[in-house]
């Protein structure tokens, strides 16, 4: 019997045991002195484990990306007031790239200190806000769980007093959300067929929710049907392997694939999300399909055509209509090059494209790559190779920084046989260094590089295209070898004459976390995102 079907049961108990049926094999946080100790307890007696991370963001951003690996929420509990206040960057990570997410806060404050309305605070970006009481805190969790499975998927904030947590509750049900797919409309079916007859060179983009389930599938039937490229968002790298015929790039909005674009008289969004775009005006005139899992972010294009339900479902249905596409694979080649050309960063010493070209080629097959926000993201996502879902984790509705190495910790704890490497400009490390410790209480096997080129250099540039003195972007360079050393890692660290391969191969030999700082060269960005960007 579990125990929270006994007389005895608190509202803790319930709780986890309640998420411990949902799946949650762990909670992420930090305590304060209320309620989340009685969570915490309650986790220990249900063989939950409860990870001590260093900071709230870096909680919510581990609960986030388990969210998105598993398909099961990811959980974290901070303490009142400012541990609450404190996870709002991961939960908004979580929100704008629909993670799957239940965040527990203590509180709310019973007299003015700490005192604010964590519900109203979290409002804006979750999708279920409200306290756990003894009489119906079951019925409330299984709401919250249902809400932040459905998609679109996103995170949940529920506020839990101590007094509340030990006292008696009834028990509850973890309810699901309903996995049978809505009905497909007839008539839309048949205005997407009519688009996919007349159109001869059509043109992909998948996105976001193409990486779960039987999507990635769908879609590489889809383009092996059609014969014609397809760009992934950052996000959803690997949903079709980059060694595949028909892979082009990558989508950002930006002008490196508009070439491509423009010769489309068909563009067919498949799971995107205009959350992973920067902004701007829509400049292609070909007609437009969306299917997507469910509406979220508004598009900056009205699609011709809208199928809404699973993604599989809907290629399954059209298929039978599908015909190859006038595209040839050496024109679809000559487009990825161009694009990958485009992107390109060339330069004396260490730069990001000679690391991760290394990095390719040393690591095992299978490894996962975490990609921090900066200058560096451009050549990452260009070198490295993307050959699955989940492949390769990047925020990119957000992006944030400090997010690489709480992703590859997210990674290890879920998949710890799958090598994973962080890697992250020095900004980023410095937003996150004291989770190196967390890495290192854990012996966990993550590999860390650090771009290291002591600048803010994706805002360096835009700075300088901006005409503007350089002010207020740049620091004094930071050892960050050193910094790891004296918090446990093993390290190295890469200067221009030293042979970054050979501390790669020994950093990935370390049994535990290993950092590697190298210093980079940042001449080539400017000219980089000019070329991408315009």
């Not at 294009?301 to 993604?311: A, C, F, I, Q, Y």
């Not at 600048?455 to 070898?481: H, M």
Request: glycine letters at 8%; proline letters at 6%; hydrophobic letters at 45%.
């Amino acid at each position: 019997m579990n125990l929270y079907e006994t007389a005895t049961a608190n509202l803790a108990n319930v709780l986890v045991e309640m998420l411990k049926s949902a799946g949650v094999k762990r909670i992420f946080g930090i305590p304060g002195g209320g309620s989340s100790l009685a969570l915490i307890e309650a986790a220990g007696d249900a063989d939950v484990e409860f990870v001590l991370t260093r900071t709230e963001t870096a909680a919510a951003i581990m609960a986030a990306v388990t969210g998105e690996l598993t398909g099961t929420p990811g959980v974290l509990l901070t303490g009142i007031g400012p541990g609450a206040t404190s996870a709002v960057n991961g939960i908004a990570y979580a929100s704008l790239e629909k993670a799957p997410v239940v965040l527990i806060t203590d509180g709310p404050a019973s007299s003015p200190h700490q005192a604010l309305d964590q519900n109203a605070l979290y409002a804006p970006i979750t999708k279920f806000q409200g306290r756990l009481r003894p009489d119906d805190g079951a019925a409330l969790l299984a709401n919250a769980l249902e809400a932040a499975l459905t998609p679109p998927r996103g995170p949940v904030q529920l506020d839990l007093t101590a007094g509340d947590a030990t006292a008696r509750a009834a028990h509850g049900a973890t309810k699901r959300a309903d996995a049978r797919p809505s009905p497909l409309s007839g008539d839309e079916l048949e205005a997407a067929q009519r688009l996919f007859d007349q159109a001869r060179k059509p043109v992909i983009f998948a996105g976001i929710e193409a990486r779960h389930g039987t999507a990635p599938r769908a879609l590489r039937q889809l383009a092996d049907i059609l014969g014609c490229p397809v760009l992934t968002s950052y996000k959803a790298s690997g949903v079709l392997p980059s060694r595949h015929p028909g892979f082009a790039g990558h989508f950002t909005g930006a002008v490196a694939e508009a070439q491509l674009l423009h010769d489309a008289d068909l563009i067919v969004l498949f799971g995107f999300d205009a959350i992973e775009i920067i902004p701007g005006d829509w400049p292609y005139q070909c007609p437009v399909v969306d299917l997507c899992v469910a509406q979220s972010t508004p598009l900056p294009v009205t699609p011709h055509v809208r199928l809404t339900g699973d993604l599989c479902r809907m290629v399954e249905h059209l298929n039978s209509r599908l015909k190859s596409s006038d595209w040839t694979a050496e024109k679809i080649s000559d487009a990825r090059q161009r694009i990958a050309a485009s992107v390109s960063l060339e330069g004396a010493g260490h730069t990001v494209q000679s690391v991760i070209e290394t990095l390719a080629e040393t690591t095992a097959e299978g490894t996962r790559l975490t990609v921090d926000a900066g200058a560096h993201m451009f050549a990452t996502f260009n070198a490295w190779p993307a050959d699955d879902p989940f492949g390769v984790l990047k925020s990119n509705g957000l992006s944030t920084m400090g997010y690489a190495l709480p992703a590859a910790l997210a990674s290890w704890f879920e998949q710890p046989d799958r090598p994973v490497v962080a890697v992250t400009g020095d900004g980023g490390m410095m937003m996150m260094l004291a989770e190196l410790t967390t890495a290192v209480e854990h012996n966990a096997d993550v590999t860390v590089i650090v771009i290291n080129d002591a600048a803010l250099s994706l805002i360096d540039i835009k700075q300088q295209r901006q005409q503007y003195r350089s002010r207020g972007v740049r620091y004094p360079s930071t050892n960050f070898a050193q910094a790891a050393e004296g918090l446990g890692c093993t390290a190295w660290r890469v200067e221009e004459e030293h042979d970054f391969a050979a501390a790669l191969r020994q950093a990935l030999a370390v049994e535990g976390p290993a950092l590697i700082d190298v210093v980079v060269n940042p001449d080539g960005y400017g000219e980089q995102l000019t070329r991408l960007r315009g």
